[in-house]
């Protein structure tokens, strides 16, 4: 059975760090790219940031670029998010996804709020 279960968010003041952790199982991870999309409240999901199979490549949304670093660490089938100098339109659900047989999964989310 193929899950991605994220992890790490919660509460934090604008200008602070958090780091988010997405696990995989069901699959050999080691050969999926992996995709950090999030959703803050009445907007549409959109993405953050995808790590390639090996992690040579990343990507980032222009809005996160210079802050936020996604890496893995295939031996844990782990993909991070590492974000710092976070704003409060940061805040929202935050996913994982990969895509495995013509199918996408995607975790339950892990939600992240900025404020003050």
């Known amino acids: 059975q193929v899950r991605l279960v994220e992890s790490g968010g919660g509460l934090v003041q604008p200008g602070g760090s958090l780091r988010l952790s997405c696990t995989a199982s069901?699959?050999?991870?080691?050969?999926?790219?992996v995709r950090w999309y999030r959703q803050a409240p009445g907007k549409e999901r959109e993405l953050v940031a995808g790590?390639?199979?090996?992690?040579?490549?990343?990507n980032y949304a222009d809005s996160v670029k210079g802050r936020f670093t996604i890496s893995r660490d295939n031996g844990k089938n782990t993909v991070y998010l590492q974000m710092n100098s976070l704003k409060p339109e940061d805040t929202g659900v935050y996913y994982c996804?990969?895509?495995?047989?013509?199918?996408?999964?995607w975790g339950q989310g892990t939600r992240v709020t900025v404020s003050s």
């Open positions: 996804n990969a895509l495995y047989i013509a199918t996408m999964y």
């Open positions: 069901g699959f050999t991870f080691s050969t999926r790219a």
């Open positions: 790590i390639s199979s090996g992690g040579i490549s990343t």
